[in-house]
């Protein structure tokens, strides 16, 4: 790695903790005064997400650009633990729209920001909603910006092309017990 170049870390695996460990990541950032964008690829505006309060908070530039969860093509509601449903209201190929806008968006961002997350990209990849090589097109133009990879399934290629690889394993979760998600813990 030249010495001028940003660093890449990519957390993935299908473990809790992806985010976070960006959210981290991004803390230590913003207390060395470094400026900060934050690109999610299925999170709508529209969702009430605690990490992105304090993302916000903190000044950090997010960009809430995907159309949220993807289910398979002819499953559009999906039942959940709980008796809850997880709802796909868009199309494919909006969700193929939205995750390129949200690559462009990412894009715009090198050499503005001092890191760059691209939150849940991995899966992006992994839907086929955005290109492997487009996301290492990116990785490799960063110059010094420092990017960050969320999501599970992380590409081969993109493991090769970080510095910092961490794959969060999954040894007990609560909706494993028919547990939701709980505000302020998971998300």
């Known amino acids: ?14 473990g809790k903790g992806k985010t976070s460990a960006a959210i981290g990541t991004v803390v230590r950032a913003v207390g060395a005064g470094m400026k900060v964008a934050w690109v999610a690829f299925y999170k709508q505006a529209s969702w009430k997400s605690s990490e992105v309060e304090v993302l916000r908070k903190l000044g950090v530039e997010v960009y809430l650009m995907g159309k949220g969860f993807r289910l398979e093509r002819l499953v559009k ?44 990209v991995n899966n992006a990849m ?19 910006t420092h990017v960050i990879l969320t999501g599970r399934k992380a ?18 979760h609560p909706y494993d017990r028919g547990k939701l998600a709980v505000r302020g813990l998971d998300f």
């Open 1 to 14: 790695m030249k010495d001028n170049l940003g660093m890449v870390y990519v957390f993935t695996g299908d």
């Open 77 to 120: 509601i999906a039942k959940i633990r709980g008796g809850a449903k997880v709802v796909d209201t868009a199309s494919e190929a909006e969700h193929k729209q939205a995750a390129e806008t949200t690559l462009q968006t990412a894009r715009e961002q090198l050499g503005k920001a001092d890191v760059l997350v691209l939150d849940e």
């Open 126 to 144: 992994a839907d086929k909603l955005v290109e492997w090589r487009s996301v290492l097109e990116l990785v490799q133009a960063r110059k010094k």
């Open 155 to 172: 590409r081969a290629e993109l493991v090769e092309a970080a510095d910092l690889v961490t794959e969060m394993k999954k040894v007990k």
